[in-house]
């Protein structure tokens, strides 16, 4: 990437989302587990329509989600409505004027929505239940066979099942699997059904960090083996990070420096109200960054602050880097999934970051820098 046509032609702090890589990274986990994917909007909203012949389905969990991917013209009959709180009205809109592929069932509430609305507007309507892993997403194994023992309009598919975000333990993951078939099997031989599809989300992890251990190939190898339990019905896996994170960095400048007995102090235009890797562990931990201009100068410590005014606001403790200056630019990586959003991107009112998707070699601009100030902003007037 051309890091001085960058400087010249857009501001920082800056996300940018490489196309090439998303796309590459998307079709290898295709190949690699050869079964559905479904994509997991939380995870960055700008990059859909640019998967959409890769993936199979998209998993929406608002409306606001919604608006997104339908404004971005996704194909309906690829859209999974999920999510742990379904209002009427959004609901509502979306059985009476759209044909939906998949809405998913994560409460008795839910269900009897879906019933009425499916009723209301005599619409087929096909669900999964989502099998909870024991918090507050999903229903408990009763709820489940309530749901099959009373639906009335609604399709039951299949299942839905989410193990959780970052998971390493292969253990764990064989163990919630073999209980998931073991359910899957009680609840068909009970109903004398065939629930068709499997839709599984084994939080996938993600390397953030330089020195830590992660052998994905090993991890891929040990997962795929484990969801061959699975393949008997129709698999799809759901994915938010593994999926977008490698195609983002985040790109923010030097704009001051000062040195005090506790150190070289360098403060960043961005901030951790921008970056987000997983929980807020970051100054503890060494992200992948590269800095630019690169010099073969001497090395010396640092510790890079954001501009948040807060003391919580240090990106790293103590890193050994190049000898810096103002203007230097800190590209930091793998921050394709949730840093966009999942920041505190509205405390001190700075700017939103533009976001710019990198295709064929080419800028595609797709969000200017936003004011916040107008958002955070009492206006009397209203
Ligand atoms: C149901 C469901 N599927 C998929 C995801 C995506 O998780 P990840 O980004 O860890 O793959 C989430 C994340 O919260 C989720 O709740």
Redesign the pocket.
């Known amino acids: 990437m051309d890091y001085n046509y960058i400087i010249k032609n857009f501001k920082t702090p800056l996300y940018i989302f490489n196309i090439d890589e998303l796309v590459r990274r998307t079709r290898y986990l295709k190949a690699f587990f050869k079964c559905g994917l479904?994509y997991?909007v939380?995870?960055n909203t700008f990059i859909p329509k640019e998967i959409e012949s890769v993936v199979e389905r998209f998993?929406i969990?608002s409306n606001g989600e919604f608006e997104i991917c339908n404004k971005l013209g996704i194909d309906h009959s690829k859209m999974v409505i999920?999510g742990v709180y379904k209002d009427y009205d959004s609901i509502e809109n979306m059985i009476s004027n759209y044909d939906i592929g998949k809405y998913t069932i994560e409460s008795l509430n839910q269900f009897e929505l879906l019933e009425e609305l499916s009723s209301k507007y005599n619409k087929e309507i096909h669900a999964l239940i989502?099998l909870t892993s024991n918090n507050q997403?999903g229903v408990s194994e009763e709820d489940f066979k309530y749901i099959l023992k009373n639906k009335k309009n609604i399709i039951v598919d299949g299942v839905?099942y989410?193990s959780g975000?970052?998971k390493t333990s292969l253990k764990k993951i064989n163990k919630e699997i073999d209980h998931l078939c073991e359910f899957i099997n009680s609840v068909e031989e009970e109903f004398n059904i065939q629930l068709n599809e499997i839709e599984y989300?084994p939080?996938?992890s993600i390397q953030y960090f330089q020195n830590e251990e992660f052998d994905e190939e090993n991890y891929f190898k040990e997962l795929n083996e484990a969801i061959n339990k699975l393949r008997h019905k129709k698999l799809y896996l759901?994915?938010?990070?593994?999926i977008a994170a490698s195609c983002g960095t985040y790109l923010t400048k030097v704009v001051d420096m000062k040195n005090n007995k506790n150190g070289n102090h360098v403060i960043l235009d961005g901030g951790i109200n921008h970056l987000v890797y997983y929980g807020q562990t970051m100054a503890m931990r060494l992200p992948y960054f590269d800095v630019f201009p690169k010099k073969d100068n001497k090395k010396e410590i640092y510790t890079l602050y954001g501009s948040l005014c807060t003391v919580n606001d240090v990106i790293i403790k103590s890193v050994e880097t190049q000898e810096l200056e103002i203007g230097d630019l800190f590209i930091f990586k793998n921050v394709g999934?949730?840093s966009s959003t999942e920041g505190i991107s509205l405390f001190l009112s700075r700017e939103l970051p533009g976001i710019i998707l990198y295709k064929n070699k080419e800028f595609i601009k797709v969000r200017d820098n936003l004011k916040t100030s107008e958002i955070n902003y009492p206006n009397y007037e209203k």
């Open positions: 479904v997991a939380k995870a998993e969990c999920s989502r997403f839905e989410f975000t970052q989300g939080g996938f759901e994915a938010g990070r593994s999934a949730y």
